[in-house]
């Protein structure tokens, strides 16, 4: 309830932010860190392992070797098997909504972590995945419900996709023996690509406050027209729902605020992060991260450049220009840097050259993307 | 028996008055008159017109005396016992056929001042006043250096060595009261200060003295005085017209060896004002902030921590009023209007008894009374405020008002940002209205209001609000000369609401609210030289609510959700007396029991006594009714200090104290914020008890121009609330569950070099503290590093600040402030694991780090226009530059996760130099 950003208008006149990096002790590292959930849904459950690194190293350290197994209250046991390095993982689990679970991992120093047994969420599904369209932005919003109001705690993940394109089109292609026209297809993997890009931030939202389970228009993503070249085309996000319990809420909650919500004048103070996994070899060591159980629900939607306001969307080739390049120059497009867009013709019709401009404006997928279409596009 | 302004002053206009010429009218001086409901002009004219008889009186007194009687060939005694039959008038006959009227009073007329120290058409006379109730006090107003007031009769049955002055100090030109002032004898050493109502009490043996008397702004003075009984002198000072020729607490000169008080900080407002502050308006709390001792988080927060001691811990009285969030625009103005400050106390070692409630500190602000005489006003605009004040007398030399009101105009500022907060609104006001009215001379009534309000939203999102609403009537009452009273009743308000209407599903408002009303009576009695006691009770009954939740709007679905409100009385009584051993050593003693109720209605969560305090553990919900008892806490608090002068300019001081504290802010973040809960003590939730021991030097040099001081300190706290890890604190119908007990030590040193007068004045402040805390709760759950000792949000070692001012001449001056101190310490972390698709930092021990330290240097300027004392106008502007180095000084110092990878960043709330201008015009 108290916003963090109250005081963004003062820090914005005033204050100052400057990079800042304190000389610190990264007593810290090596902490195990464990990351999922137990999938009750048909989906797999994949449990990542990794260790904490120094802060000035930052870099991701996997655990390998370990067993990991769901266990139920009753005590089946499911293993799971490592398909990389420090990721476990097993397909569909049968799942007793009645029981409770947890993970049980033995990693390869011999020691025995046991997460705490959760019952099991079933997560509802989305109801919409929309956005609404402002002067210069559009904010992407979920709803959804629970009619047996026994989801209260929900939390989002999504993958955005979307189609962009080079400067412009490269018609002709440079060979030993000469400029030739390039064929179609060639031309349209230089010029079509598709980006991708994955939700970093925790994103949660409870009705715990509400009379009914509902989550009306939670604003999930921000787009603007002119610093991104999401809206340049076609965009899609894949949004992907789980419901948590109440604990595992304030854990992600606590997790949200000591990593993404600091900075303002009335900063909380940053606390240990723990979870709900504990050591059981070895009391003293600290493990980060929480286990529950539930379902993942996703939904996909697309928003195509004509359901946005008519205004020139950022390209990210705005600085690109096309030079004109004499007929008897055509060796410098030999080494790659410059790429052929099409003949230069002067008004009245006489080609005098090649319109070319350079290889980052005119190759896609050195802008962030690959040229191949994804399968769902 | 005490009189007031009005009474003494007695001005008669005469012309044509010639005794020689009367005398001869009327040989037998008898007098023949016939009056139907005649005011008392008309007989003082038919008694002048038949004989030489010439009268003095104050008309106002007789405007309700009508006379219906007839004589005829009587003396003037026969006339006028006749027509003061059964009335409270007196009159007195003196040597040379004057005649005095006065109510209630005998005049003793041969004590009157001889007529040839009456010159000129319009005279002042100087009037000695037989009380008939106590035939041995008579008041003055002595208004004259060279001149030698007799006090008291010199009667042969009255043995006692030594005799008592009282009297009020005031100022001359407004007829304020001036409170602070010193009045003192160089030899014997003794000196007193006027009270808040300029009252002072002054013990001295019989006999010839020499009393010296300054207060800030006021041209020091002396008056000559011949004791030879109790009796009253009142002082008149004269203003000083150059404002800026002393502008620092020169009344404080030798106070601070002379006061048995210690860690006492007192200024005026011309102190204040002269200090540089962002934005250029004096601003009361960040002018503390450059003493000793009294630090904040950062510059974003006004809440002080005295001490070591928490934000919460500060009393803070405005004429009385509990102030519960003294600041506008989240923390960064201070919400007192300097227009209406008179002076701010700042007590942070030895508290007196009569005021109780908060471990760390008292700070007492007194508000200007307005002028008794005639209409003035005042006005100033700065950058972001600005403000209007006006005052004068409804009825003069007896009643003011000083009405005062501040208001911010910051929306042009938010007008330039991105067009993304264009919807933004910040706006704040404050008003403040004090009347004071005297009844009579025993009797003064004064009536202070007080509100402020800020409202802030972002974006049209969330609309944050929150203000103070305070009250109070105060009845000064004295009983004797020796004796007074003091009746105070009040109601103080704090409240605030979050509303967010963008979501018409969620839309919430969200509203907290403290209220308290209050009873005090404080008696001051100086029974002899050797004993001044101070004595009372204070009774005060809380009401709070600790957060309601409500929808807004039709679709809402907010559920509605209220924390049970919470009702409880805490009173007090206290004794304390100021024991003058010998003129050297002079102990305080005080003695407050206070008692607190935490009342019903209410539902108390019951825990077994060993066990953690979680939801999990709830024995049983035990319900009470209206007004049960639910939880009596109670314990005496001590104040002791003691002071001994080696010399005229050489002193120690120690002094021992325990405070109680039976309400708490619940927050988590580094800086009080105006949306922090209060909690009021209950069964599971301790009162905080604080105790302090104090040692001090006082040495003054250059003929007390210079005051230097050393004070140390050590002082324990316990039960200060701390809280778990993601401690809910909003709308917890369990909060017990959520806090932490923590006990807490501070200890430090502090060095004051004050140079009070002079072309340059100013101080130069530095303390070395500490302040640690430990978690001491056994069943908390949880451990905060290791259950360890660790440094408090608010300890910053290191402290130093200069304040300096030198005046060019007397239309200009400038100023220079510099303040350095150690960096708070901050939590940082240790690791860093990759979460949720973005790499995010891990945490271990708190606050194991420090942000870097602070300097800063501030320059202002005051230009004053003209000093033509018959002005209409006289302005004056104040420019200036807040962090004029530019330095990018840390607020804190944090790591983000961004877009998946982890950024550290340094906070600066003021990165940049900050000019500013103000403009002030008094009229």
Redesign the interface.
């Known amino acids: 309830m108290k916003a963090k950003i109250w005081f963004l208008i003062l820090i914005l006149f005033w204050a100052c932010k400057d990079k800042y990096t304190p000389h610190i002790n990264s007593s810290g590292s090596g902490i195990l860190v464990v990351e999922g959930f137990i999938n009750t849904g048909n989906g797999p459950t994949n449990i990542l392992l990794t260790r904490t690194a120094p802060l000035n190293d930052v870099s991701t350290i996997p655990e390998p070797g370990a067993q990991v197994e769901v266990e139920s209250e009753h005590g089946a046991r499911f293993s799971l098997s490592e398909t990389s390095a420090g990721n476990y993982s097993i397909d569909r689990i049968p799942i007793d909504s009645n029981q409770k679970y947890r993970i049980h991992i033995k990693t390869s120093n011999g020691l025995d972590y046991l997460s705490a047994l959760t019952e099991v969420k079933i997560t509802p599904p989305i109801d919409t995945v929309g956005y609404d369209t402002a002067s210069d932005h559009l904010t992407i919003y979920v709803s959804t419900h629970d009619n047996r109001n026994k989801s209260e705690y929900y939390e989002w993940y999504y993958q955005e996709t979307w189609k962009y394109f080079a400067f412009t089109l490269s018609n002709f292609k440079y060979t030993p023996a000469g400029i030739e026209p390039r064929d179609t297809k060639d031309a349209d993997t230089l010029y079509n690509c598709w980006a991708y890009n994955q939700s970093t931030d925790i994103l949660l939202a409870s009705s715990e406050n509400l009379s009914s389970d509902v989550i009306y228009k939670f604003p999930l993503q921000t787009i603007s027209y002119f610093t991104t070249n999401r809206l340049r085309d076609r965009y899609s996000i894949l949004v992907k729902q789980i419901v948590l319990t109440k604990d595992w809420y304030e854990w992600k909650q606590q997790l949200k605020k000591n990593t993404e919500q600091l900075g303002s004048i009335f900063d909380a103070q940053p606390s240990e992060t723990g979870g709900n996994i504990v050591c059981t070899t070895d009391s003293s060591q600290r493990v980060i991260g929480f286990i529950g159980c539930t379902s993942e629900i996703d939904k996909r939607i697309f928003i195509s450049r004509s359901q946005i306001p008519d205004v020139a969307v950022f390209t990210g080739y705005e600085s690109c220009i096309a030079d004109t390049v004499d007929f008897g120059s055509y060796s410098i497009f030999a080494n790659g840097s410059e790429l052929i867009i099409n003949l230069a013709v002067r008004p009245g019709g006489a080609e005098v050259g090649y319109l070319a401009s350079s290889r980052e404006c005119m190759i896609c997928s050195l802008h962030g993307g690959t040229s191949v279409k994804p399968s769902f596009w | 028996m005490r009189f007031s302004v009005g009474c003494l002053l007695f001005i008669f206009f005469f012309s044509g008055y010639s005794p020689e010429l009367q005398a001869q009218k009327n040989a037998q001086n008898l007098i023949t008159v016939t009056l139907h409901d005649a005011p008392i002009q008309e007989l003082v004219e038919e008694i002048e017109s038949q004989t030489d008889y010439f009268f003095y009186y104050d008309i106002s007194l007789f405007d309700s005396l009508k006379f219906n009687f007839s004589v005829s060939r009587e003396p003037l005694s026969t006339v006028l016992n006749r027509a003061f039959a059964d009335t409270k008038f007196n009159y007195a006959i003196g040597s040379q056929n004057e005649v005095f009227l006065t109510k209630e009073a005998l005049i003793q007329t041969n004590l009157l001042a001889t007529p040839d120290t009456l010159k000129g058409k319009h005279r002042t006379y100087h009037v000695e006043i037989e009380d008939d109730q106590n035939p041995n006090t008579k008041t003055q107003i002595a208004t004259l250096e060279n001149k030698l007031y007799q006090i008291g009769i010199n009667t042969a049955n009255n043995g006692s060595p030594n005799a008592l002055i009282t009297g009020y100090v005031r100022d001359a030109k407004t007829g304020e009261s001036i409170a602070g002032a010193s009045i003192y004898t160089d030899k014997p050493r003794i000196g007193v200060a006027s009270d808040q109502y300029g009252y002072y009490a002054i013990s001295l043996s019989k006999g010839r003295h020499i009393l010296n008397i300054q207060s800030i702004g006021m041209k020091d003075t002396r008056r000559q005085v011949l004791l030879s009984g109790d009796g009253k002198m009142n002082i008149d000072l004269q203003g000083q017209v150059m404002m800026l020729k002393n502008v620092i607490v020169s009344a404080e000169k030798m106070s601070n060896i002379r006061s048995v008080d210690m860690g006492v900080q007192k200024m005026d407002i011309k102190t204040l004002k002269q200090v540089p502050v962002v934005f250029g308006e004096a601003d009361l709390l960040r002018v503390l902030l450059t003493l000793p001792g009294v630090k904040s988080v950062?510059e974003?927060?006004t809440g002080l921590n005295v001490r070591g001691g928490s934000a919460d811990q500060n009393l803070i009285l405005f004429n009385d009023a509990t102030i519960y969030n003294p600041s506008h625009?989240?923390?960064?103005f201070s919400a007192f209007n300097p227009d209406v400050v008179k002076t701010v106390e700042l007590y942070k070692s030895s508290i007196p008894a009569r005021y109780g409630g908060r471990l760390s500190s008292v700070l007492d602000i007194t508000s200007r009374e307005g002028n008794k005489k005639e209409f003035k006003g005042n006005a100033g605009i700065g950058l972001v405020t600005s403000r209007l004040e006006f005052e004068g007398p409804i009825v003069k030399d007896k009643t003011s008002f000083i009405l005062a009101g501040r208001t911010t105009y910051a929306n042009w500022?938010?007008n330039l940002?991105?067009?993304e907060?264009k919807l933004?609104r910040?706006s704040f006001y404050d008003l403040n209205l004090n009347v004071s009215h005297q009844i009579n001379k025993n009797n003064n009534l004064y009536l202070t209001a007080y509100t402020s309000k800020d409202n802030?939203n972002?974006n049209s999102d969330?609309t944050?609000g929150y203000g103070n609403l305070n009250l109070s009537l105060k009845w000064k009452h004295s009983f004797s000369d020796k004796f007074y009273g003091l009746f105070i009743t009040g109601y103080d308000q704090y409240k605030y609401d979050?509303t967010s209407t963008q979501?018409?599903?969620?839309a919430?408002k969200?509203s907290f609210g403290v209220n308290q009303s209050y009873f005090k009576a404080e008696f001051y009695y100086f029974l002899s030289s050797k004993h001044s006691l101070e004595f009372g009770l204070n009774s005060l009954y809380y009401d709070l609510h600790p957060g309601t939740?409500e929808p807004v709007g039709k679709p809402s679905?907010?559920?509605p959700?209220t924390v049970q409100k919470e009702q409880a009385l805490e009173s007090a009584v206290y004794l304390s007396d100021k024991f003058t051993i010998t003129p050297a050593f002079v102990v305080e003693a005080g003695i407050r029991f206070s008692v607190y109720n935490y009342l019903g209605p209410q539902s108390v969560n019951q825990y077994p006594s060993n066990a953690p305090k979680t939801t999990d553990n709830i024995l049983s919900v035990k319900t009470y009714g209206s007004n049960d008892f639910i939880k009596t806490y109670s314990g005496p608090e001590y104040r002791l200090s003691a002071r001994y002068a080696f010399s005229d300019n050489f002193s120690i001081k120690a002094s021992y104290n325990t405070e109680q504290q039976y309400i708490h802010v619940l927050s988590?973040?580094?800086?009080i914020?105006p949306?922090d809960i209060w909690k009021l003590s209950d069964p599971n939730i301790a009162p905080e008890w604080g105790n302090q021991y104090s040692l001090g030097f006082y040495k003054n040099l250059k003929n007390n121009t210079i005051e230097t001081s050393v004070e140390v300190y050590y002082k324990t706290m316990q039960h200060i609330l701390d809280y778990k890890?993601?401690a809910v604190l909003?709308l917890n119908h369990h909060i017990e569950t959520d806090v932490i007990n923590t006990n807490g030590r501070a200890y430090g040193v502090e060095f004051m070099i004050r140079k009070a007068t002079g072309k340059l004045n100013g101080w130069i402040s530095y303390a070395y503290s500490r302040t640690e805390l430990k978690q001491a709760d056994p069943y908390a759950g949880e451990l905060i590093n290791e259950g360890q000792y660790y440094p408090a949000?608010y300890d910053q070692p290191n402290a130093l600040t200069i304040v300096a001012n030198y005046r060019v001449n007397h239309r200009f001056s400038f100023s220079l402030n510099f303040a350095y101190n150690t960096g708070r310490p901050i939590?940082?972390?240790?690791?860093?694991?990759?979460?949720?698709?973005?790499?995010?930092?891990?945490?271990?021990d708190?606050n194991a780090?420090r942000i870097p330290d602070y300097y800063r240097t501030d320059f202002s300027m005051n230009i004053d226009g003209n000093h033509k004392v018959h002005q209409k106008f006289h302005n004056s502007w104040t420019i200036g530059v807040y962090n004029m180095f530019g330095t990018?000084n840390?607020?804190?110092?944090?790591?983000?996760?961004e877009?998946?990878?982890?950024?550290?960043?340094?906070?600066?709330?003021?990165?940049?130099a900050?000019p500013f201008v103000n403009f002030n015009v008094s009229f």
């Open positions: 950062g974003a927060s625009f989240f923390g960064f500022l938010l940002l991105p067009p907060y933004s910040a802030f972002l969330t944050y979050i979501n018409p599903v969620n919430y969200f939740y679905l907010a559920v959700d988590n973040t580094t800086a914020s949306t890890s993601g909003v949000n939590t940082l972390p240790i690791g860093v694991f990759r979460y949720d698709s973005s790499y995010r930092t891990s945490y271990s708190r780090y990018h840390a607020y804190s110092v944090y790591y983000i996760s877009n998946g990878v982890v950024n550290g960043y340094k906070l600066s709330i003021f990165g940049s900050i």
